[in-house]
T-cell receptor, first 113, second 112 residues
Framework: KAGVTQTPRYLIKTRGQQVTLSCSPI?????VSWYQQTPGQGLQFLFE???????NKGNFPGRFSGRQFSNSRSEMNVSTLELGDSALYLC????????????FGSGTRLTVV | GEDVEQSLFLSVREGDSSVINCTYT??????LYWYKQEPGAGLQLLTY?????DMKQDQRLTVLLNKKDKHLSLRIADTQTGDSAIYFC????????????FGAGTRLFVKA
């Protein structure tokens, strides 16, 4: 079966712009979680969606937002980009009704210049 | 708050066993995991263990959990050069939704 698909793979944006990243989970998975990965901070939890509802949120500013659609696909948006937002953004999916671990996508590498 | 700590580097010779250690702080953790990340890729789930277990074996992988000390370890038997990667320890508790906290990752170097 198809894995978790994240688009685009690479993105270069300018400070102040906004960006939208997309994630398609594994078929049947209803939970989508987003993580920011940087060399200095490691993997930081952004938020988790299940059946179009945000169930959990990490400690990120309001510039970071997300949503989930009825087909479980998810998007995350970052507004007013800062240099420090440069990171690998990882999406992970699971059934959401158990905690047997995630399937991760390959990530979107965002560079803010 | 929740925290997961692990050493940053480990170097072993091919054929030896590797042991990667991790400590966590959340006493309500219900699941603990080991993930592997290779360059340019996302994380791959290697194995998980319930908090009421103390050991799990899966082929070359052995996970040991000491719940009293909040200590988790991953042993890789007969380590191969293809095992060179970053290994992440993670913990999760069901707090009205699933939120998994990851350690910083241990970079494993396997010398031929």
């Amino acid at each position: 079966k198809a894995g978790v698909t994240q688009t685009p793979r690479y993105l270069i944006k300018t400070r102040g712009q906004q960006v939208t990243l997309s994630c398609s989970p594994i078929s049947g998975h209803r939970s989508v979680s987003w993580y920011q990965q940087t060399p200095g901070q490691g993997l930081q939890f952004l938020f988790e969606y299940f059946s179009e509802t945000q169930r959990n949120k990490g400690n990120f500013p309001g510039r970071f937002s997300g949503r989930q659609f009825s087909n479980s696909r998810s998007e995350m948006n970052v507004s007013t980009l800062e240099l420090g937002d440069s990171a690998l953004y990882l999406c992970a999916s699971s059934y959401g009704t158990d905690n047997y671990g995630y399937t991760f996508g390959s990530g979107t590498r965002l560079t803010v210049v | 708050g929740e925290d997961v700590e692990q050493s940053l580097f480990l170097s072993v010779r091919e054929g030896d066993s590797s042991v990667i250690n991790c400590t966590y702080t959340d006493s309500s953790s219900t699941y603990l995991y080991w993930y592997k990340q290779e360059p340019g890729a996302g994380l791959q789930l290697l194995t998980y263990i319930f908090s009421n277990m103390d050991m799990k074996q899966d082929q070359r992988l052995t996970v040991l959990l000491n719940k009293k000390d909040k200590h988790l370890s991953l042993r890789i038997a007969d380590t191969q050069t293809g095992d060179s990667a970053i290994y992440f320890c993670a913990e999760s508790s069901n707090t009205g939704g699933f939120k998994t906290i990851f350690g910083a990752g241990t970079r494993l170097f396997v010398k031929a």
